[in-house]
């Protein structure tokens, strides 16, 4: 499986940014697929995911809910991270992760990734 994330840019604190994350191959239905992010000197860290049906299969981290929503179009094989209410904190590189198990939040849980797109929101 090969992911390609794209959507990163610059935008101003309280703006909205929607993330793409596009997957090859035939099995993508069968995947939890997961945002992370990684700030400058900072450790990766979990962002959410979504389960394979997608919706109400979705769970976050706490300084996204409320203001970032993950979905999933399982025609298309990709996954998307709409992102509102944007902070300066929320300046990171963005990845898109795929897995087996759902509910993890580790890294190490996830088989494949994408190679980032970079969000910086300024104040």
């Known amino acids: 499986v090969q992911l390609q994330a794209s959507g990163g840019g610059l935008v101003r604190a309280g703006g909205s940014l929607r993330l793409s994350c596009a997957t090859s191959?035939?099995?993508?239905?069968?995947?939890?697929m997961a945002w992370f992010r990684q700030a400058p000197g900072k450790e990766r860290e979990f962002v959410a995911a979504v389960g394979w049906t997608g919706g109400g299969s979705a769970y976050y981290e706490d300084f996204g809910q409320g203001r970032f929503t993950i979905s999933r179009d399982n025609a298309k094989n990709t996954v998307y991270l709409q992102m509102t209410s944007l902070k300066p904190e929320d300046t990171a590189v963005y990845y898109c992760a795929a897995g087996r198990i759902y509910g993890r939040r580790t890294g190490s849980d996830y088989e494949y990734w994408g190679q980032g797109t970079l969000v910086t929101v300024s104040s």
């Open positions: 191959g035939r099995s993508f239905s069968k995947y939890i």
